[in-house]
């Protein structure tokens, strides 16, 4: 896990990977791993849970993809760069776009080391909006048009909790050996 900026919370570096362990699913966050994108908010929340952390707020997701001003466009800086993160470039055939193992997409990084919060996968937060069934997603799909993945957007995007379409990761408060 990464210290986030004010230190109050950490971030799992990667996005990451629901594992059956003893009969309970837990959240697993490794570089080379690929993660899962089809799960419900309920899933990903209770893999963090079994493994005592929770869901990042979308709070804490913007502060570390955007730094400590709340001002970085995009994880690695202010300019975008074609193909540094796993998001389609209008030349990508569609073929070629797929989901990746955390980290593959090495200029994708935050300062602070954090891997992938745009492309590769969308992410559960635990961001209530004013229905309480839903929850917010922050980041990109590898699908999702280059330039237009950024840290911070206008636009808010909310799903049904038990709809299958999102990855996650996961933050503690303390800053916890993993």
């Known amino acids: 896990m990464v210290l986030l900026n004010d230190h109050d919370a950490c971030m799992d570096r990667y996005e990451a990977r629901i594992v059956v362990r003893n009969g309970r699913a837990e959240a697993v966050s490794a570089s080379g791993t690929v993660p899962d994108i089809n799960l419900t908010y309920v899933e990903a929340e209770q893999a963090c849970r079994n493994v005592g952390y929770r869901l990042c707020t979308?709070?804490?997701w913007t502060r570390a993809c955007?730094?400590?001003s709340g001002e970085r466009k995009f994880p690695y800086g202010d300019t975008y760069v074609s193909h540094r993160c796993n998001i389609s470039e209008m030349e990508d055939p569609i073929e070629s776009q797929h989901l990746a193992p955390g980290g593959q997409f090495s200029g994708c990084v935050t300062p602070e080391?954090?891997?992938?919060?745009?492309?590769n996968a969308l992410e559960w937060?635990?961001?209530t909006p004013p229905q309480a069934d839903q929850r917010e997603l922050r980041g990109a799909?590898?699908?999702?048009p280059?330039?237009?993945a950024k840290c911070v957007r206008d636009?808010?995007?909310f799903l049904v909790m038990t709809e299958r379409s999102a990855g996650f990761r996961c933050c503690t408060?303390?800053?916890p050996a993993r």
């Open 66 to 68: 955007a730094g400590p």
């Open 173 to 175: 408060d303390a800053a």
């Open 58 to 60: 979308r709070a804490e």
């Open 141 to 144: 799909m590898y699908s999702h």
């Open 155 to 157: 636009e808010r995007f």
């Open 146 to 148: 280059g330039p237009s």
């Open 125 to 127: 937060t635990d961001e």
């Open 113 to 119: 080391g954090i891997s992938d919060l745009i492309g």
